[in-house]
């Protein structure tokens, strides 16, 4: 196999808020590229890149989706993510691995808090991206509202390409000045005719936007704009590239996916726009010896690849990973570098090219290729794959905590076993799922992002592995803090029994807490100590001091839950010779720190999440009733046509089940989405 022409693909991501019409735009895309010759659309479930049982029964993307479509001579590798909040570890991992995106808009509601969510981990990355706002023939659309939202919210730049008619069916091309008219059973035919100068009139100032937005791109546009030469239409397609690859601006297209109409401008723009795997900054990589390298994007030279995912496929463990350099090949010898400069050696068994939930083997992949990979045990999201000769480590993958967990039983005591080996494949795969033990009951207990991803994993676990699970009441995660300052010396005089001997262990020490803001987490402070005169602290002393303050910061002193938002500090510590062994300087320092909390007013700190929910207007006053006896505070609320969106911050714990209490308070009109904010 000879490596792909790198300048001829586009590696990007379909990402959005839940319900934008990710999937329906993805498979508009699928089907004028001719990879499928049907539409499948989400509501009936046979949705091509919705492939799961959960995913075509609750209606919704639950796992990313990779696909390729052929378009004006170049390859599309497209991942479909998915829109709601507790599956965002699937859009965090994709964007690690994108060269671009489309962002879908809901033409009604413009950006959501799940967008708002999608667009700082496109930040994070720095990826071109393009926004296709869609649903716009509904009730309430309105394109130039949907880009003023881009603009306020996103501090984003966008750029009208494409602006949809009043009538929703047709659209104008700003840069072509074109009305497009899409016909046949599913808009595949796309009639061009010059725009008439009533309608070009009304665009002036779309039109104008897009003038100014590349002619700070190209200085001889800008003088062209200013003596009112008409510019060309390459000029500015080049300009505007180069414009949108640097993140300067954000062009726009307008359409309705699910009738078809202004798909096609926006695969033209992903080939003309975004950018190939040649024009993204080369990836930093750190050696194991500390030393940094940059990886530029190459079929030749040492393999380095990054593994952004871990899933079964027909009960066996696959990972995709993305190739940065190099290549790979069945059989291939690799290592996975891990901290501490160990090396974890595997072979490649085989390599897969996807679509969707169908694989195809690959005698080689190359640099920029996006594969699935078999006959790795080991390596996990965020490891790196490379040369046994040439170990690094590429940037990692970042996770978020779980903030909702459920106790669970197998549903009868022969499933025990087979319930932690699921429990264990279904972890690998998720890096925010997590399994833990409470240490007063027993009980296993299962967090997640929140009770649809719980949901869905117990789903699975019935579906995919035969094992029904008993669940307890949703446990909400905690955290501790202290909200005044302390001090608490004490002086540490005790006989331990030692291998059958007595050993008197001697310190004291001087500890102090303080309170800090919400957000700033937990500080210590060991040094500059105070000592006695001539005395000084050896390694393991210090390290014992520093390991007592640490443990305690990890678990609080009155449920056990990791401490935030508090400073620690060691102000003092007095020695007593040979009796003051590193394990007195640890138990001074603990029972020191212990009676400071406790005199600092300990307090329990719970998830506040950001709700967002959209009513009918005669709705407004029975929501916002319930809302304020859930203790939630309200933020803000806006009313657009005939519904009402509210902002609101409210503890966890008050609105778990809240989707069943809100359909019935507004007839099953309402709709809600909510993120974590902040623990308070």
Known sequence: MSAPDLSHVRNIGIVAHVDAG????TERLLYYAGVSYKIGEVHDGAAHMDYLAEERAHGITIMSAI???????HTLQIIDTPGHVDFTIEVERSMRVLDGCVVVLDGVRGVEPQTETIWRQRNKFGIPSLFFINKIDRPGADFSAALASISKDLAAHPVAITVPLAEGKRIVHLIEKSILSFSGEYGETVTVNPCDAATW?????????????????????????????????EAIWKALRKATLSGKVQPCFGGTALHNVGIQPLMDAIVKLLASPLERPASRALSLEGGSEEVAMNPEGPLAALVFKVQLW????HVFARLYRGKLTPGQEVVIPQAGGKLIRERVARVFDVDAHSRSRLEQAFAGQIVLLAGLRYATTGDTLCDPEHPLILERISTREPVLGLAIEAGSSADEEKLLDSLDKLLQEDPTLKLEEDAETGQRILRGMGELHLQIMFERLEREFGVSVRTGKPQVVKRETILRSAQAEVALNRQLQHKETQVEVQATALVKVEPLARGKGVELHCEPL??????????????????????????GILTG??????????????????????????MACQEALREALAKASPSLLSPIMALDVTVPNENLGAVLGDLQARQALIQSTE???????????????????Y????????QGRGQFSMKFAYFG
């Open 22 to 25: 990710k999937t329906t735009l």
């Open 67 to 73: 696909t390729k479509a052929p378009w004006l001579e």
């Open 201 to 233: 009139e009304k665009l002036a100032g779309h039109r104008e936007a897009l003038l100014f937005a590349v002619a700070e791109e190209d200085d001889r546009l800008a003088e062209q704009l200013l003596s009112g030469t008409e510019m060309s239409q």
């Open 314 to 317: 027909e009960g066996r463990r």
């Open 530 to 555: 105070v000592l006695p005169e001539g005395e000084t602290l050896s390694a393991a002393q210090q390290e014992a001091a520093y390991s007592a303050l640490k443990s305690l910061s990890q678990a």
């Open 561 to 586: 839950a990791p401490m935030q938002d508090l400073s620690l500090s060691l102000v003092s510590i007095s020695l007593f010779g040979a009796s003051s062994s590193p394990l007195a300087v640890q």
């Open 639 to 657: 009313v657009s046509q005939d519904v009402v969106a509210i902002k609101a911050d409210c503890p966890l714990e008050h609105i778990l089940g």
């Open 659 to 666: 989707a069943t209490d809100l359909r019935s308070l507004t």
